[in-house]
Nanobody, 121 residues
C-alpha cells in the first residue's frame, strides 16, 4: 500500500511564502514523477507543477517565477516553495506521484489527501 502525506499548508498573508512537503511511503518500486495540483472552491483541479526523477520540471504558466518544485529522490519526497502568495492561490493542494509498486507493473497515479492553503489578510 502506498501513502502520500502532505504537510506545510496553512494561513498566510498576501505576499507571504509557504513550503509544502509530500512524502511517499509504502510498497514502492520506483517513482517516475511527483507533482502538485490544486483545487479552489468551485473550480476544477489544476496542475501546479511536476518533477521527474531526473529533475525535469513542468509548471503552470501562470505560476512560473513564484513557485518552485524540488524533489529528494532518496526520501521519496517532493517540495513546493510558494512565494509572493496572493488570495487567488487559495486552494487545497494535492500531492501526486506516478509510480510503480513492482518491477514489471505499469506506473499508476497516487494522490495525497490534500492540504489547505489560505492566503488572506
Amino acid at each position: 500500500q502506498v501513502q502520500l502525506v502532505e504537510s506545510g499548508g496553512g494561513l498566510v498573508q498576501p505576499g507571504g511564502s509557504l513550503r509544502l512537503s509530500c512524502a511517499a511511503s509504502g510498497s514502492i518500486f520506483s517513482i517516475n514523477a511527483m507533482g502538485w495540483y490544486r483545487q479552489a472552491p468551485g473550480k476544477q483541479r489544476e496542475l501546479v507543477a511536476t518533477i521527474t526523477s531526473g529533475s525535469s520540471t513542468v509548471y503552470a504558466d501562470s505560476l512560473k517565477g513564484r513557485f518552485t518544485i524540488s524533489r529528494d529522490n532518496a526520501k521519496n519526497t517532493v517540495y513546493l516553495q510558494m512565494n509572493s502568495l496572493a488570495p487567488e492561490d487559495t486552494a487545497v493542494y494535492y500531492c501526486n506521484a506516478h509510480l510503480s509498486v513492482r518491477r514489471w507493473s505499469l506506473p499508476t497515479d497516487y494522490w495525497g489527501q490534500g492540504t489547505q492553503v489560505t492566503v488572506s489578510s
